[in-house]
Every structure is written in C-alpha cells, then in structure tokens.
C-alpha cells in the first residue's frame, strides 16, 4: 500500500505517510509544563512518519486553555526534551505545533491578567472550560495595535528556536481551527484597516510573517509546516469566502518552500482546491480511515494524511493498518481530563 510508502523530500523524510494529528490533551502543570508521562504518549506512536505535537503557547499571552502546554520557559523546553527523545530513541519525527489562541481564551486559564488579544476587539461567541469556573464566555479581547505585531511575530521565531533546543525536527504554525492566525485570515474577526486587514493580501501578511519568523529561529524552511482548516466554522470563524482566501495564502507561502501544508477538511472541497493551487507537499486530514487515505494518496489528492482520533486511541495506529485489524475506540471523556487515563493506557495488539 501506498500509505506504508517512505516519502522524501529535500529536508524533510517520512518513513511512511500516516501523521499524527496535533491533538491537544490538557495534562500540563500550572506552569504550562508537559507532564512526563507525555514522553510515553508520543514514544509510543513514534512509528508514524511523522507525529505532531498538541497546540502549544508561544507566550504567556498565546495560551487560553486550562492545562495547555508551552515552549516559552526554561522549565518547559526541558520537559519536552522528554518527549524528543523518546520518539527519536525509537527512530520517530516530531514537529512542534505552535500555537496563539488570540481571543480564545477566558481569565482564569490564564498566567497573565491582560485581556487576550486579537486582530479586532470582537468577542468570539461560545464558552470554554476552566477549572475553577466551569464552562465560561470567551473573554473580550482587545485589538493589537499595528506597533505590537512585531513583537507577536518574534514571539514565534523564539518558540521555533526553542523548539530546535528542545530537539523538535521541525514546528508547524497553527493556522487553523480559529485561533489567532486564522482570526487574521478571516473577514469576520479581522476589520483592521491597517496593512494586515482588509483585502486579502494583508490578511495573509501575519501568517506569511510568522511562517517567515519561524524558518528564522529554526534556520530552515523544511523544517516549518502550517495547518490551515478552509470553511472550518469552529470557535466562530467566519469568513466570506475561505476558499480564495486559502488559496490566495498558499500562492503566498509557495515560495518559502515549507516542509508541508496540512489541511483539514471541512466539507467545503478546499483541500481540492489548495492541492491544485499548491505545488508543495500537502498533507491532508479530517475523519480519514485507512481505505481512503490510501485512495486519496495513490489518486495523488494528498502526498501524506493525518489521523486524530484514531491514533489517540490506538498508538499501534501503524501496525494496525499493516494488518488490516480492528482499532480502540476512543474515549472522549478521558479527551481533555489530567492524569495518564485514556492517554496511556489504551491496548495494543500483542
Ligand atoms: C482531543 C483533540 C484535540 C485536538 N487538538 C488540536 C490541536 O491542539 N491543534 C490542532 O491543530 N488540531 C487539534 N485537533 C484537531 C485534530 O488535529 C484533527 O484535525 C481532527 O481531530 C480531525 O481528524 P480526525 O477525524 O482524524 O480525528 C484536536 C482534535 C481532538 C480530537
């Protein structure tokens, strides 16, 4: 089968073309810190081509979720040096995924007292989990003045060094799922009237900027991938026509040469487009079994394909497929909850 097929890339090598989805799990410390159990988690899918990690912070700003990681300390980038060198100790990649919530966040989840920050002070409608509140409001966030965006930027190229030091083969943006990269694509949450709103040439500026921030701190263009989700609605994104808009952003990033763009689907056809739009590696992902990735990859719809919930409940995910043999379900109450239950104990094939 193709999906057991090595892919290769100048820069950027995959033993075969099943990934892990970036999947966050909620188990770090008050001081955004995996916990070291997350060592097992990831070493024991290492067999993917390639595993990329749950959303994690840039800053202290960049984090809204109770118990999300980040990669701004040194505390952190030491507790993920863990987690390298258990997938790498069994021959695995891993990328970082980095993350900005932007105005998806509420107080109490939060280091700082500052009000999040967005592209427009527009509050996303929905609620989040908090620990000590239950479920709460998305927070009112309050624009970044053009000034600060410099600083945001940097924020990514020093997250992506610090991902090289804590022995990541590469990061991705996340430029999905309506966080604050996609909040800057989107005509809904972004009304600036400055170079990075407007038409759709500025609102691509600050996922072309952090891309190109973080190919800075890595030193490498194909060690960077970016996750876009095109006509995903999730955390109130709304925008009038994400298909052009996504395309128009990989005509933006073609030149930057990416290890990848990962795509989401979302039954909007966007994946299509971007695949012809597109002359890069593409990797494509969203409620995908073993059968149609394999059809999507030898119709060469996609060059890899991402896998979620299928691979966090199954971390023999690879050996599963080979065999052609029956996958754990998963367990969403276990999802976002602390601790090593549906997160370490899921069985494996003897
Ligand atoms: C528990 C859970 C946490 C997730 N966290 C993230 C995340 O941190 N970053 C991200 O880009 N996507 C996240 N996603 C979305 C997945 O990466 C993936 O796109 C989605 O699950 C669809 O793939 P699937 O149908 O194979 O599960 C998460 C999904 C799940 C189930």
Do not use: C
């Not at 996504?246 to 971007?274: D, F, K, S, T």
Request: proline share 6%; glycine share 10%; net charge neutral.
């Amino acid at each position: 089968m193709k999906l057991f097929e090595p892919l290769s890339r100048p820069g950027f090598q995959l033993a075969n073309r099943i990934v892990m989805a970036p999947m966050t799990r909620s188990r770090s410390d008050a001081a955004a810190v995996v916990p070291a159990y997350a060592a097992d988690y990831y070493g024991s899918r290492a067999d993917g081509g390639l595993l990329i990690t749950e959303g994690t912070g840039t800053s202290a700003m960049a984090i809204g979720y109770a118990r999300t990681p980040g990669i701004y300390t040194e505390a952190q980038i030491d507790a993920w040096r863990g987690v390298t060198a258990a997938v790498h100790q069994r021959g695995g990649r891993i990328f970082l995924q980095l993350m900005h919530v932007g105005r998806i966040a509420h107080a109490a989840n939060r280091t700082i007292p500052d009000p999040p920050v967005a592209p427009s002070p527009i509050r996303a409608k929905g609620q989040m989990w908090t620990d000590a509140q239950g479920m709460q409001p998305n927070d009112e966030p309050r624009a970044l003045e053009l000034s600060e965006i410099p600083g945001v930027i940097d924020e990514f190229a020093a997250a992506a060094r610090n991902a090289m030091s804590a022995g990541f083969d590469g990061v991705e943006l996340h430029a999905a799922s309506g966080y604050l990269p996609n909040q800057f694509l989107a005509t809904g949450s972004n009304q600036r009237s400055d170079a990075y709103g407007g038409p759709v040439a500025n609102r691509v500026r600050f996922v072309v900027e952090a891309l190109e921030a973080m190919i800075t701190g890595v030193g490498s263009a194909s060690r960077v991938g970016i996750k876009v989700s095109p006509g995903m609605q999730f955390n109130d994104i709304q925008d009038e026509d994400p298909v052009a808009t996504h395309v128009a952003l990989a005509q933006a990033i073609e030149p930057l040469g990416l290890a990848y763009v990962h795509v989401m689907r979302a039954g909007i056809g966007a994946e299509n487009a971007l695949r012809d739009a597109y002359r890069g590696t593409m990797l494509v992902g969203g409620g995908f079994s073993r059968d149609e990735a394999e059809a999507v990859i030898a119709a060469g719809r996609a060059d890899a394909i991402v896998f979620g919930t299928a691979y966090l409940a199954n971390p023999d995910l690879v050996s599963r497929f080979r065999k052609g043999a029956a996958l754990n379900a998963p367990d969403k109450a276990t999802f976002y909850t602390p601790g090593t239950k549906g997160y370490t104990d899921y069985p494996v094939l003897s």
